[in-house]
């Protein structure tokens, strides 16, 4: 059985997300990060980590793609065109959407006050927004990807609910209708409240 640890409130949340999409058991351990639990794991002390088979996963992307690959779902195969495109939108959706959230996260509560550039986050916003119309512009539907849920949908959706608990604006109705889909979806309701 897996051991998974961390909160929901973090990108610990993809993971458990994903495991109840897959409906495998897990045992879950709502750890902060840098917790001695999660430190004995991680020596950076960073959430989530998934033990499997007693190796420690990192990496929330990471942890969700070997999750896929395993039990053969949400996912295309390796070494095909599909999963090509897979990967490049997994790894567009960590550049453009998780990277500026975070990074609007630090500069709200993470990083030291002193140590804070508040102004930062308008331009953030913006970033955020031109990177939104563009996926809107080439959303393919249902699901990012197409006709087939895959790793992208986690890591988007998550970005998200991210970016509205953060402020951020999101405009475009492809968009909107799209995680007004995904946030009934059984497994993310589930998890979300785990």
Not at 129 to 154: E, N, Q
Request: proline share 6%; aromatic share 10%.
């Amino acid at each position: 059985m897996y051991q998974l640890y961390g909160s929901s409130k973090t990108r610990a949340m993809r993971v458990i997300w994903m495991l109840h999409e897959l409906g495998q058991p897990f045992e879950h351990y709502p750890e902060a990060p840098r917790s001695d639990a999660v430190r004995a794991l991680n020596v950076s002390g960073k959430v989530p980590v998934l033990v499997s088979d007693g190796v420690p996963l990192t990496d929330s992307t990471a942890i969700i793609t070997y999750l896929a690959d395993k039990h053969g779902l949400f996912t295309h195969p390796a070494g095909s065109i599909l999963r090509a495109r897979q990967d490049g939108m997994t790894q567009m959706l960590l550049d453009e959407f998780d990277a500026v959230l975070w990074t609007a996260s630090r500069h709200s509560f993470i990083l030291p006050p002193e140590q804070r550039l508040p102004a930062i986050k308008v331009s953030l916003r913006w970033e955020f927004s031109m990177h939104a119309k563009r996926l809107a512009d080439r959303f393919a539907g249902p699901y990012v990807m197409g006709d087939v849920m895959t790793v992208p949908d986690i890591i988007l959706t998550h970005c998200l609910t991210w970016a509205r608990a953060a402020k951020f604006e999101m405009t475009e109705t492809v968009l909107l209708d799209y995680y007004d889909r995904m946030q009934v979806r059984p497994a993310y309701t589930v998890a979300l409240a785990t």
